[in-house]
T-cell receptor
Framework: GAGVSQTPSNKVTEKGKYVELRCDPISGHTALYWYRQSLGQGPEFLIYFQGTGAADDSGLPNDRFFAVRPEGSVSTLKIQRTERGDSAVYLC???????????FGSGTRLTVV | QQQVKQSPQSLIVQKGGISIINCAYENTAFDYFPWYQQFPGKGPALLIAIRPDVSEKKEGRFTISFNKSAKQFSLHIMDSQPGDSATYFCAATTSGTYKYIFGTGTRLKVLA
């Protein structure tokens, strides 16, 4: 596609529930990133994929967070047992290579009630 | 040492005025400094970027000034327009890596 597509654009879930957030990167971009943006803050790095593998997941806050990219294209960020503190905008970005500039998607706004 | 400090938090400028946003960093390994513009409900979009081998880079109404010795860089928006009203983020990274460190953002409002 022309840009990075993220779905859903908004997600409201109850505390303790499981959620999946989807990212469809720009075609041909091998590098994919997830960032989290809390209200009034800049984006914070969560995880980086090169191809199908998670090259760096050092930003994932705890083991409730997990991400996959099984075919090297679409990625899914999975959050188990959601907590109110998980409420944020989750941004996905992709790039041609790891050292080239990012293109961000519009994000998924997650609200945990 | 990984932080990028951004100021001001918010800024109001009259149409036609100059908007100035400042950032400071500690990690001397950083060598790529992009600025991103974010409109409500959208993801950040790359606006302009600079590397430390130059002290200034200009693209249209947008200029980055870079002071390597002070470890500071700033974004200047000349002839600010209401359409420039957005949140601006500075960021820093090291070439060949992929992890950007973002500032906390500046909410700019340009009055018509």
């Amino acid at each position: 596609g022309a840009g990075v597509s993220q779905t859903p654009s908004n997600k409201v879930t109850e505390k303790g529930k499981y959620v999946e957030l989807r990212c469809d990167p720009i075609s041909g971009h091998t590098a994919l990133y997830w960032y989290r943006q809390s209200l009034g803050q800049g984006p914070e790095f969560l995880i980086y994929f090169q191809g199908t593998g998670a090259a760096d997941d050092s930003g994932l806050p705890n083991d409730r967070f997990f991400a996959v990219r099984p075919e090297g294209s679409v990625s899914t960020l999975k959050i188990q047992r959601t907590e109110r503190g998980d409420s944020a905008v989750y941004l996905c970005a992709s790039s041609v290579t790891a050292s080239s500039g990012y293109t961000f998607g519009s994000g998924t706004r997650l609200t945990v009630v | 040492q990984q932080q990028v400090k951004q100021s001001p938090q918010s800024l109001i400028v009259q149409k036609g005025g100059i908007s100035i946003i400042n950032c400071a960093y500690e990690n001397t390994a950083f060598d790529y400094f992009p600025w991103y513009q974010q409109f409500p409900g959208k993801g950040p979009a790359l606006l302009i970027a600079i590397r430390p081998d130059v002290s200034e880079k200009k693209e249209g109404r947008f200029t980055i000034s870079f002071n390597k010795s002070a470890k500071q860089f700033s974004l200047h928006i000349m002839d600010s327009q209401p359409g420039d009203s957005a949140t601006y983020f500075c960021a820093a990274t090291t070439s060949g890596t992929y992890k950007y460190i973002f500032g906390t953002g500046t909410r700019l409002k340009v009055l018509a």
